[in-house]
């Protein structure tokens, strides 16, 4: 049988495509003439398509249509938002943000005006008791009651909106006020852009009594005065009965002055909550600015932060130290954890048994101090001990360890933890948006590269330039920067790599740290209050010192005169020669060990050391005493400062905790 469209012969009997050109094959024989049916079995039913090609495509189709993926089924499911919610309330005459009184509000993307009300008053009211009761209106950062979209006759939905305006969620902000100050100021406010007030008046002379109510002065009346004046009325009437000699001028009242400038200066809300400036838009173009405060510290942007978390709410972790990271993914990715718990942790002794007692503090620094002492030398990071970069990794992607990693330094710093210390500065600048970049050769460890990079700096012509960059054109192509490169170029042809190498090539695992790392509002607070947590999380050359131990531990004293304050005041003089001796390395442990062992931490947190850190004394052991949950370390009363030395050491060293970080 032969194909009546091409002509190939036919291996099979009755098919029904041609194997060459894939057209359906009619029922013909060899020449057109029909082939009687010689077998019993019913004809097939015609089928559906006249090619091959047209079934494989709609199959194609049905295959992309049902299989969703691994990103679809995500954004399929209900995702939660986080919004700023503040407060206005009448100043100057009109509605104005109150400082300090912002607070985020997690939500839903699709909720609407009325809704987002309730919760906006609800939220504000739990976390400022000194809310007024009363009837609330949601108004937009100008003024106006949310009803509508702006510029639309949509009814207000968050996800519509937050799409109109062009922002992220965490950088929305919309504001509740009393029903009753909305009504007393209308629907003005100072946010708007209308022309001020401006008092015009001719300059008395020196003989002349300033008279206020002076019939030269003319009041150019605004839209928010009490009416609009003709052009005759605004047009200042000069009195010429003055001398000819003397020049005339209009000066301007330095009230109404500070009242125009007032007027357009940006709201700019210097507070510590997480929101931004309401006029960002308006601050290039304008010369007087309100300064923003610059002197928060740490310490208090986090503890702002740790005000999310519920102490009456705990999330489980059972930790081995041997083994502290195996433990920590499991507590992490447990269904019943919440960033917002507090945490509790309990420790496996050697033999496998639990810790006797509660996790009021200490086992939480402790674990916290592992866990951030562990990340750093994960397979996610490359680059210098000091000088850390994301680098893909196909296991770590497919475990979503990127995510784990940003959620476990966010928990770590706000839960009174350490910080990393150890990530690039270029990678920081990269998260917050700043364009600064330094990179040199030495921050790549792949040796390969490394050489092929150092031979570009150090070709001493153009001509052994490219035949390097030649040499190596995969390299550079893969990188985007394959191209013809002066020599005066070669710096920046190799900072352009880079770049590449260490930010633009792992976008995709440094948008998930990201993602880890905005949990419990870190990474926003990252980007607004920059200048302040960015050394939180680079290296830090300072170390500590005996000074700040000494400084740090306040002890507790017996009154003045007693005979135990004699032992006290020679115990604490053992104490000092100690940590000097550990800061010039005399001593077995360090100073990062003796704080460990007396706080759980071996660096100080930023966001610091709570309660405050005591000495105390005992007399019936010979080796110190540790509560890392209250932060005393117990020193035993010795006769000789070589025993002292010798009992801290062996005491310490000893401890369930030491060696493990």
Same mark, same amino acid.
């Given at each position: 049988?032969?194909?009546?469209?091409?002509? &190939?012969?036919? $291996?099979?009997?009755?098919?029904?495509f041609?194997?060459?050109?894939?057209?359906?094959?009619?029922?013909?024989?060899?020449?057109?003439?029909?082939?009687?049916?010689? =077998?019993a079995?019913?004809?097939c039913?015609?089928?559906? +398509?006249?090619?091959?090609?047209?079934?494989? #495509?709609?199959?194609?189709?049905?295959?992309?249509?049902?299989?969703?993926?691994?990103?679809?089924?995500?954004?399929?499911?209900?995702?939660? $938002?986080?919004?700023?919610?503040?407060?206005? $309330?009448?100043?100057?005459?009109?509605? !104005?943000?109150?400082?300090?009184?912002?607070?985020?509000?997690?939500?839903?993307?699709?909720?609407?005006?009325?809704?987002?009300?309730?919760?906006?008053?609800?939220?504000?009211?739990?976390?400022?008791?000194?809310v007024?009761?009363?009837?609330f209106?949601?108004?937009?950062?100008?003024?106006?009651?949310?009803?509508?979209?702006?510029?639309?006759?949509?009814?207000?939905?968050?996800?519509?909106?937050?799409?109109?305006?062009?922002?992220?969620?965490?950088?929305?902000?919309?504001?509740?006020?009393?029903?009753?100050? +909305?009504?007393?100021v209308?629907?003005?406010?100072?946010?708007?852009?209308?022309?001020?007030?401006?008092? +015009?008046? &001719?300059?008395?002379?020196?003989?002349?009594?300033?008279?206020? =109510?002076?019939?030269?002065? #003319?009041?150019?009346?605004?839209?928010?005065?009490?009416?609009?004046?003709?052009?005759?009325?605004?047009?200042?009437?000069?009195?010429?009965?003055?001398?000819?000699?003397?020049?005339?001028?209009?000066?301007?009242?330095?009230?109404?002055? !500070?009242?125009?400038?007032?007027?357009?200066?940006?709201?700019?809300?210097?507070?510590?909550?997480?929101?931004?400036?309401?006029?960002?838009?308006?601050?290039?173009?304008?010369?007087?600015?309100?300064p923003?405060?610059?002197?928060?510290?740490?310490?208090?942007i986090?503890?702002?932060?740790?005000?999310?978390?519920?102490?009456?709410?705990?999330?489980?972790?059972?930790?081995?130290?041997?083994?502290?990271?195996?433990?920590?993914?499991?507590?992490?990715?447990?269904?019943?954890?919440?960033?917002?718990?507090?945490?509790?942790?309990?420790?496996?002794?050697?033999?496998?048994? +639990?810790?006797?007692?509660?996790?009021?503090?200490?086992?939480?620094?402790?674990?916290?101090?592992?866990?951030t002492?562990?990340?750093?030398? !994960?397979?996610?990071?490359?680059g210098?001990?000091?000088?850390?970069?994301?680098?893909?990794?196909s296991?770590?992607? !497919?475990?979503?360890?990127?995510?784990?990693?940003?959620?476990?330094?966010?928990?770590?710093?706000?839960?009174?933890?350490?910080?990393?210390?150890?990530?690039?500065?270029?990678?920081?600048?990269?998260?917050?948006?700043?364009?600064?970049?330094?990179?040199?050769?030495?921050?790549?460890?792949?040796?390969?590269?490394g050489?092929?990079?150092?031979?570009?700096?150090?070709?001493?012509?153009?001509?052994?330039?490219?035949?390097?960059?030649?040499?190596?054109?995969?390299?550079?192509?893969?990188?985007?920067?394959?191209?013809?490169?002066?020599?005066?170029?070669?710096?920046?042809?190799?900072?352009?790599?880079?770049?590449?190498?260490?930010?633009?090539?792992?976008?995709?695992?440094?948008?998930r740290?990201?993602?880890?790392?905005?949990?419990?509002?870190?990474?926003?607070?990252?980007?607004?209050?920059?200048?302040? *947590?960015?050394?939180?999380?680079?290296?830090?050359?300072?170390?500590?010192?005996?000074?700040?131990?000494?400084?740090?531990?306040?002890?507790?004293?017996?009154?003045?005169?007693?005979?135990?304050?004699?032992?006290?005041?020679?115990?604490?003089?053992?104490?000092?020669?100690?940590?000097?001796?550990?800061?010039?390395?005399?001593?077995?442990v360090?100073?990062?060990?003796?704080?460990?062992?007396?706080?759980? *931490?071996?660096?100080?947190?930023?966001?610091?050391?709570?309660?405050?850190?005591?000495?105390?004394?005992?007399?019936? =052991?010979?080796?110190?005493?540790?509560?890392?949950?209250?932060?005393?370390?117990?020193?035993?009363?010795?006769?000789?400062?070589?025993?002292?030395?010798? %009992?801290?050491?062996?005491?310490?060293? %000893?401890?369930?905790?030491?060696?493990?970080y």
């Amino acid at each position: 049988m032969y194909c009546p469209n091409c002509g &190939k012969e036919l $291996v099979e009997l009755s098919p029904n495509f041609c194997s060459s050109c894939g057209k359906r094959i009619q029922d013909v024989g060899v020449g057109g003439t029909p082939q009687p049916s010689t =077998s019993a079995i019913p004809p097939c039913p015609t089928p559906a +398509f006249s090619t091959f090609r047209e079934y494989q #495509q709609k199959k194609n189709e049905e295959r992309q249509k049902y299989s969703l993926g691994r990103k679809r089924l995500k954004h399929n499911g209900k995702i939660k $938002v986080r919004i700023n919610v503040g407060l206005m $309330v009448i100043q100057k005459g009109g509605l !104005r943000p109150l400082r300090g009184k912002t607070v985020s509000l997690t939500t839903d993307p699709d909720i609407s005006s009325t809704t987002l009300l309730s919760q906006a008053v609800k939220k504000m009211k739990d976390f400022n008791k000194d809310v007024k009761d009363g009837p609330f209106l949601l108004l937009y950062p100008d003024g106006t009651e949310v009803i509508n979209i702006p510029g639309t006759q949509r009814p207000f939905i968050l996800g519509a909106y937050k799409a109109e305006v062009g922002k992220p969620y965490q950088r929305i902000t919309v504001f509740i006020c009393l029903k009753r100050d +909305f009504e007393e100021v209308g629907n003005l406010s100072d946010l708007s852009d209308s022309d001020p007030e401006i008092v +015009f008046k &001719k300059k008395p002379r020196p003989w002349e009594p300033l008279d206020e =109510s002076s019939p030269l002065q #003319q009041v150019a009346e605004t839209e928010n005065g009490v009416g609009d004046l003709d052009e005759e009325q605004q047009v200042l009437d000069l009195d010429n009965r003055n001398d000819p000699g003397t020049s005339e001028c209009l000066t301007v009242q330095s009230s109404c002055y !500070r009242n125009y400038t007032n007027l357009f200066e940006p709201i700019v809300i210097d507070s510590e909550d997480d929101v931004e400036d309401l006029t960002q838009d308006k601050e290039k173009d304008l010369s007087t600015e309100e300064p923003v405060e610059t002197n928060v510290q740490a310490h208090e942007i986090i503890a702002h932060l740790a005000l999310a978390i519920d102490h009456k709410k705990i999330s489980r972790f059972n930790i081995c130290r041997s083994d502290v990271w195996d433990g920590a993914v499991r507590g992490f990715q447990r269904s019943t954890y919440s960033d917002n718990n507090d945490m509790f942790i309990r420790f496996n002794d050697d033999a496998g048994c +639990f810790e006797e007692g509660l996790d009021t503090g200490g086992p939480r620094r402790e674990f916290l101090t592992l866990l951030t002492s562990h990340l750093r030398n !994960r397979p996610i990071f490359d680059g210098p001990s000091e000088n850390r970069y994301l680098v893909y990794n196909s296991r770590a992607a !497919r475990e979503d360890e990127y995510f784990l990693a940003g959620k476990m330094i966010a928990v770590s710093i706000v839960h009174g933890g350490p910080a990393p210390h150890f990530l690039s500065k270029n990678l920081v600048n990269h998260m917050i948006g700043n364009p600064s970049f330094s990179a040199t050769v030495e921050d790549v460890k792949d040796e390969e590269i490394g050489k092929v990079l150092q031979q570009v700096l150090e070709a001493e012509s153009e001509e052994s330039l490219q035949n390097v960059i030649l040499q190596n054109s995969t390299m550079f192509q893969t990188a985007g920067c394959l191209r013809s490169v002066k020599a005066c170029e070669k710096q920046a042809f190799v900072e352009e790599y880079l770049r590449w190498y260490i930010i633009d090539r792992n976008h995709g695992a440094i948008q998930r740290f990201k993602d880890g790392l905005a949990s419990l509002g870190f990474l926003p607070a990252l980007q607004q209050h920059s200048s302040v *947590l960015s050394p939180v999380l680079c290296f830090s050359a300072k170390a500590l010192t005996a000074s700040d131990l000494e400084t740090m531990f306040r002890p507790d004293l017996s009154p003045a005169g007693s005979n135990r304050r004699q032992k006290e005041s020679k115990t604490l003089g053992f104490w000092a020669d100690y940590l000097l001796d550990s800061e010039e390395k005399m001593t077995a442990v360090s100073l990062e060990d003796l704080l460990m062992f007396a706080t759980g *931490l071996a660096a100080l947190p930023p966001a610091g050391i709570i309660p405050p850190p005591r000495l105390e004394f005992l007399s019936d =052991s010979p080796f110190p005493v540790a509560n890392t949950c209250a932060n005393t370390l117990k020193l035993p009363f010795l006769e000789s400062y070589r025993v002292f030395k010798a %009992n801290m050491d062996f005491g310490i060293q %000893n401890a369930p905790g030491f060696g493990c970080y």
